[in-house]
């Protein structure tokens, strides 16, 4: 079978119909509140500081810029193909049309680092926040029980050490995949909801925030690098730029349900570049006034927002914005579960994944065996896994993604130019190609131990393929008997 071979896109189409369909509820309203809530979470709150404190001190606004215009690249070329492919799967049904089933598979296996990977990455920093609301109680949760084994912490008797489980982290990540399990209407509508929450306590953190900004933790404003790559300087706001690229990943997460979207054509690019315009903005002030008011040393840690708000005399602040924050958690790990089971529902009904991925609940609609599996793999790597690790692997594993959407418009052009687009990705090549130039920056500056995890994820996903995938796939059979 040729490994390059492209799946017509009349065929996806027709694919997309029949018993295994998924139920068309979304509007744009909730396209948009599924970005947001995929968006503003861990990035914002938690990696925000980890990337100051480590990489560009106060900068780390201009490296949420350079991100900001990494993902606007990436969102405008999925919105193209969004709209010329209402499917489930996003990149990885992308990429089937346009650069084979192989490439495919790559772009499908790699999004389990975005979304899978993403979603225990906000599992950990859920459980962090869950610790400070809990101790402005006066209840301390057990410090080994709230880490990692590889994570050093603080025991309870002062002495240091290492975590032993993180409970809450599978706590959070359980009871999302049961409600993911329930319906994708009853999804949205709680997503939607805590995305109302979410926006408004980042938008008041700015406005409190700003009256306690101290100039000096702004000088300087780019702090010297230090003779390593990445560590401060001018490098250091590239390399914080791929760190807090996890922050935006959600725009694309929208694409994953355009299978389930009212009229997709006119509102999946709504939702992919309206919720991108919306949380940059909110990020950049956000990144200015949190660096303003704690000096950027002290804030590596999975909860750094925390620390700016205990520096505010507003005790009732302090514990509406943690409840805020955990509530919009929640809503990132039900965005980036959502769109993983859809990713692999997709790629078992092209039979490179067990059935299992796509058998779709009778009452409830939704891909509930998958939803199981991951709340396990999930659940397992929040518990033993540190964030800057699980949250560093999800950056390169999404500009990896988006390089491949990019160059996929390219070829689509190419060979498609009759398809109908609702929506026209402009100044193609030359935006594309800036998309890919900009998104390979920003992997580079990840540094060398990420590029080998994405090796070595990589050659874990041909062995796959190559064992299993390829001599199941449903490529080369009729319409009807793949639709089975």
């Not at 744009?28 to 990337?51: D, K, N, R």
């Not at 084994?149 to 999302?176: E, H, K, R, S, W």
């Not at 659940?379 to 160059?407: D, H, N, Q, R, Y």
Request: hydrophobic letters at 55%; aromatic letters at 12%; glycine letters at 8%.
């Amino acid at each position: 079978m040729n490994l390059f071979a492209v799946k017509p896109l009349s065929r996806i189409l027709a694919e997309s119909e029949g018993e295994h369909a998924l139920k068309r509820t979304l509007g744009p309203v909730q396209l948009v509140a599924l970005g947001i809530g995929a968006i503003i979470g861990a990035g914002l709150f938690s990696l925000t500081g980890i990337a100051a404190a480590n990489h560009a001190g106060p900068a780390v606004v201009l490296s949420f810029v350079l991100a900001a215009f990494a993902c606007a690249f990436a969102g405008i070329c999925y919105s193209e193909f969004s709209t010329m492919i209402p499917i489930a799967g996003s990149a990885y049904t992308y990429s089937y049309a346009t650069m084979g089933e192989l490439m495919a598979w790559i772009i499908g296996w790699d999004l389990v680092l975005e979304y899978a990977v993403g979603a225990a990455t906000v599992a950990v920093s859920w459980s962090s926040y869950v610790a400070s609301l809990c101790k402005d109680y006066g209840v301390i949760l057990p410090a080994r029980l709230m880490a990692s084994p590889f994570q050093a912490i603080t025991l309870d008797d002062g002495t240091q050490g290492y975590g032993l489980i993180n409970l809450p982290a599978i706590f959070v990540v359980v009871v999302v995949s049961l409600l993911l399990m329930r319906g994708i209407q009853e999804s949205a509508r709680a997503n939607s909801v805590i995305v109302v929450l979410k926006v408004s306590v980042v938008i008041l953190f700015i406005f409190v925030g700003w009256a306690y900004i101290n100039p000096a933790n702004y000088v300087p404003f780019v702090p010297e690098n230090t003779g390593t790559f990445g560590h401060f300087g001018w490098s250091g706001v590239v390399r914080a730029a791929g760190v807090v690229f996890f922050a935006f990943i959600g725009f694309d997460a929208v694409s994953t349900a355009a299978q389930e979207t009212k009229n997709p054509q006119r509102n999946m690019p709504i939702g992919i570049i309206g919720s991108l315009v919306v949380c940059t903005l909110l990020y950049v002030l956000f990144s200015y006034v949190l660096t303003g008011m704690v000096n950027y040393k002290d804030l590596n840690n999975a909860a750094p927002v925390a620390s700016a708000i205990d520096l505010t005399p507003y005790l009732w602040l302090k514990s509406v914005v943690k409840m805020a924050i955990i509530a919009g958690y929640t809503s990132v790990i039900l965005v980036m579960l959502l769109g993983q089971s859809r990713v692999f529902y997709s790629m078992s009904r092209d039979g490179l994944l067990p059935k299992l991925f796509s058998d779709i609940h009778p009452k409830f609609r939704t891909p509930w065996r998958s939803n199981m599996l991951f709340m396990a793999f999930v659940g397992c790597f929040a518990a033993f896994t540190p964030i800057k690790i699980v949250g560093e692997m999800t950056s390169i594993g999404t500009l990896f993604a988006f390089v491949l959407v990019c160059i996929g418009i390219i070829v689509m052009r190419k060979t498609h130019p009759e398809i109908p687009r609702p929506f026209r990705t402009p100044l193609v090549p030359f935006l594309p190609i800036a998309g890919v130039i900009v998104n390979l920056m920003l992997m580079a500056g990840l540094g060398w131990e990420n590029w080998a995890r994405l090796f070595v994820w990589m050659a874990l996903g041909m062995a796959v393929y190559f064992g299993y995938s390829r001599h199941h796939s449903r490529l080369n059979l009729p319409v009807e008997r793949a639709n089975k």
